[in-house]
């Protein structure tokens, strides 16, 4: 996943890239020196930094985590980012 954010930040078109992540946020921007990181969690990060990306969801996703992501080239792209829960159940 790094080397195709990797590429995708040295092209000159705009992007979107949405999903879980599996990688346990419990703030963002995460503190890179916490010890509660995994190293792929922080290299994800460093990653997204090195390619001048913005990640847009500061709010927990699921129970006190952030997992998913919304990525994008340009920080005003996202506005009124708003969680409506889970898209169906296991009940």
């Known amino acids: 996943m790094r080397d195709l954010i990797d590429e995708m930040g040295t092209t000159r078109r705009h992007?979107?890239?949405m999903g879980d992540f599996n990688?346990?946020?419990s703030r963002w921007p995460p503190?890179?020196?916490s010890d509660r990181l995994s190293s792929d969690?922080?290299?994800?990060?460093?990653?997204l930094d090195?390619?001048?990306?913005v990640q847009h969801v500061s709010s927990p996703t699921r129970k006190d985590s952030i997992l998913d992501l919304i990525?994008?080239?340009e920080p005003d792209m996202i506005s009124n980012l708003?969680?409506?829960g889970?898209?169906?159940?296991?009940?």
């Open 82 to 84: 708003l969680d409506l």
């Open 31 to 33: 503190a890179l020196d």
């Open 50 to 53: 090195d390619n001048f990306l």
């Open 23 to 25: 990688y346990t946020y």
């Open 71 to 73: 990525i994008s080239d």
């Open 41 to 47: 969690a922080k290299k994800f990060c460093e990653c």
């Open 15 to 17: 992007f979107l890239l």
């Open 86 to 91: 889970p898209l169906a159940t296991n009940e």
